[in-house]
């Protein structure tokens, strides 16, 4: 059983920057594909980013092409959502996910992924 512990979120003006994090139990962190989504008031929860098991590829949204970066740190059991140039759009609860496996296909469905963490909330205002 893995436990994960979102962290970071908080409320930023148009044009900032945010780094959440992603606090993972247990000792197989290293073995897990990850991911990032986010679910906004009224929508579908969507796909922000994944990278894989050792970090070495990555897979983002359109919209988070170069605004967001994914990165991991397996000796931490942590991973991270950087995001700059925030607009109103970004705003939603962001949640980590992990997958009981190195390599996932269709990284960017929910359904891929065995954990989930509870959240933490991103406020972007004007």
């Known amino acids: 059983q893995v436990q994960l512990v979102e962290s970071g979120g908080g409320l930023v003006q148009t044009g900032g920057s945010l780094r959440l994090s992603c606090a993972a139990s247990?000792?197989?962190?290293?073995?897990?594909?990850m991911g990032w989504f986010r679910q906004a008031p009224g929508k579908e929860r969507e796909f922000v980013a994944h990278?894989?098991?050792?970090?070495?590829?990555?897979l983002y949204a359109d919209y988070a092409k170069g605004r967001f970066t994914i990165s991991r740190d397996n000796a931490k059991n942590t991973m991270y959502l950087q995001m700059n140039s925030l607009i109103l759009e970004d705003t939603a609860v962001y949640y980590c996910a992990a997958a009981r496996s190195r390599t996932i296909v269709e990284p960017a469905t929910t359904d891929r992924y065995d954990y989930w963490g509870q959240g933490t909330q991103v406020t972007v205002s004007s």
């Open positions: 990278i894989s098991w050792s970090g070495s590829s990555t």
């Open positions: 247990g000792r197989t962190f290293g073995t897990y594909a």
